[in-house]
């Protein structure tokens, strides 16, 4: 069975940090890629990051960039987002994504809700 479980989430000040955790079961890390994407309330779900499975391949969306870092560890089958100095507009229910051949989401987690507020 194939699982997916983000966790890590929470609130968190402007300025502050947070590290979301993606642990998969039912698959294995060897081919593919691992994403993140986030829905804001009232609005459509939007990619964030993206890391091949080899780790060669990073991508970021462009209001992250420098403040979001994707890792993996293969070992524990587990994806990472480091999330630093956090802004309002950060807020949203984030899930990971499992593609099998590329970046594109064959599994989804349940998400994790991110909420930055002073």
């Known amino acids: 069975q194939v699982q997916l479980v983000e966790s890590g989430g929470g609130l968190a000040q402007p300025g502050g940090s947070l590290r979301l955790s993606c642990e998969v079961s039912?698959?294995?890390?060897?081919?593919?890629?691992m994403s993140w994407a986030r829905q804001a309330p009232g609005k459509g779900l939007e990619w964030v990051s993206g890391?091949?499975?080899?780790?060669?391949?990073?991508y970021y969306l462009d209001s992250v960039k420098g403040r979001f870092t994707i890792s993996t560890d293969n070992n524990k089958k587990t994806l990472y987002l480091q999330m630093n100095n956090l802004k309002p507009e950060d807020t949203a229910l984030y899930y990971c994504?499992?593609?099998?051949?590329?970046?594109?989401?064959?599994?989804w987690g349940q998400g994790t809700q991110v909420t930055v507020s002073s």
């Open positions: 994504a499992r593609g099998l051949y590329s970046f594109r989401g064959d599994y």
């Open positions: 039912g698959l294995t890390f060897s081919s593919g890629a």
């Open positions: 890391i091949w499975h080899d780790g060669g391949l990073r």
